[in-house]
């Protein structure tokens, strides 16, 4: 009985909430163009969010199995061990998935933490803190190229936001592991077993008599199997990607000018009203000089791409400055919508218990990135 009167006041809490937060926002935007909106903006973000992350999770899957297939995994290991050790606390093999989610977008490094021989250098917990890791690099090449675009002045803004993506990086990866090992100290163990590491170098045998074939084989069956993971991975990520994206946008921007219609990314600018209540906390942690820039980051956790679209408005009305570009490219692609890949994520390794840590460890991480970045920005301003 105990349980079912408290199911009953979960359910009965939860329909006040949902009420109130859609009755505000229905009765700012008329109640069908709220509903219009919220499906025709899933729309799109389906078409051209989520299809647009799976082709690149089919690509990188192709290549980083190619890289595991010719070598380049191993030698990557050993150049760059120096690093990575002392900073992440991970082998050197792991810029590897840096360097993919860099130039593609987060889910490149699940794609790699799936193949056994990239893996097998990793402990467990340090596999799952690759999730944070890569992550803090998603879209950075995009991101850092779209600022670029907005005018040549953004240059070194850009660059500075390039380093507080790394320091983020670190503060994100080092509190993801350390809460992992406090959680579950049984993690700090290799990911491979004797057993599987058995079957691991009876599959390299199997592998060496496999390239017997040729060349032309092992590229094309490496390309098919990874591009094969690849597609699976891209189906992971839609759901997080339109429920958390849409919902921020709904909360974040506002009506057109002619008006709400029920057209694409409307909505009521609930969280930048609220920024503006304690508008200090941004402009000394971040120097945000207007609050409407704080739709940059409430938009990027859900997807760095949406976010990117903000700026040009920010540039339209004269508004977008220097520090900002700083501060969006750190946050951006250090957040990069994690919050709506991090479950996908940490599903797709079998390690869906560790989401609320990865996702508590990131935040303090992307918030680390801007503040990082303004006060460098800050410093670069005032040497040059």
Request: glycine share 12%; hydrophobic share 50%; net charge positive.
């Amino acid at each position: 009985m105990k349980k079912t009167d408290k199911r009953i006041r979960e359910a009965i809490i939860f329909l006040v909430v949902i009420f109130a937060v859609f009755g505000v926002l229905g009765s700012r935007m008329g109640m069908a163009n709220m509903l219009n909106t919220i499906m025709k903006t899933a729309h799109d973000l389906l078409l051209n969010t989520c299809f647009y992350l799976m082709g690149i999770t089919v690509i990188t899957g192709a290549l980083s199995k190619l890289l595991a297939e010719f070598g380049v995994v191993t030698l990557l290991e050993k150049l760059l061990r120096p690093l990575m050790k002392p900073l992440y606390n991970l082998p050197g093999v792991a810029a590897l998935g840096g360097v993919m989610t860099f130039l593609s977008d987060n889910p490149a490094i699940i794609s790699l933490s799936k193949d056994k021989g990239f893996s097998s250098y990793f402990k467990k917990y340090q596999l799952v803190s690759l999730t944070n890791f890569g992550t803090a690099f998603g879209m950075g090449f995009v991101v850092i190229i779209s600022m670029i675009g907005y005018g040549s002045s953004y240059f070194s803004g850009a660059i500075v936001g390039l380093c507080g993506a790394i320091a983020g990086s670190v503060l994100s990866t080092r509190l993801m592991q350390k809460f992992t090992l406090k959680a579950y100290p049984e993690l700090d163990e290799p990911v491979v077993s004797e057993a599987a590491q058995s079957m691991m170098n009876s599959e390299a045998a199997q592998g060496a008599d496999d390239k017997k074939q040729g060349t032309f084989l092992r590229v094309l069956n490496a390309m098919l199997d990874g591009g094969k993971n690849g597609v699976e991975l891209g189906m992971a990520i839609i759901p997080g990607v339109l429920i958390i994206t849409t919902l921020v946008i709904l909360v974040t921007n506002s009506a057109p000018a002619t008006g709400y219609d029920g057209g694409i990314g409307q909505g009521v600018p609930i969280l930048p009203w609220l920024a503006d209540k304690i508008h200090w906390v941004f402009e000394w942690l971040f120097g945000f000089k207007h609050m409407e820039f704080i739709a940059f980051p409430m938009t990027a956790l859900g997807a760095v791409g949406a976010a990117l679209g903000l700026v040009g408005n920010f540039a339209r009305e004269g508004i977008l400055d220097g520090n900002a570009v700083a501060v969006f490219t750190a946050i951006g692609m250090c957040w990069s919508g994690y919050l709506s890949t991090h479950a996908a994520m940490l599903d797709s390794l079998g390690y869906r218990k560790l989401i609320s840590k990865a996702i508590l460890a990131h935040t303090f991480g992307g918030l680390f990135a801007g503040v990082f970045a303004h006060f460098l920005y800050l410093l670069v301003s005032v040497i040059l």
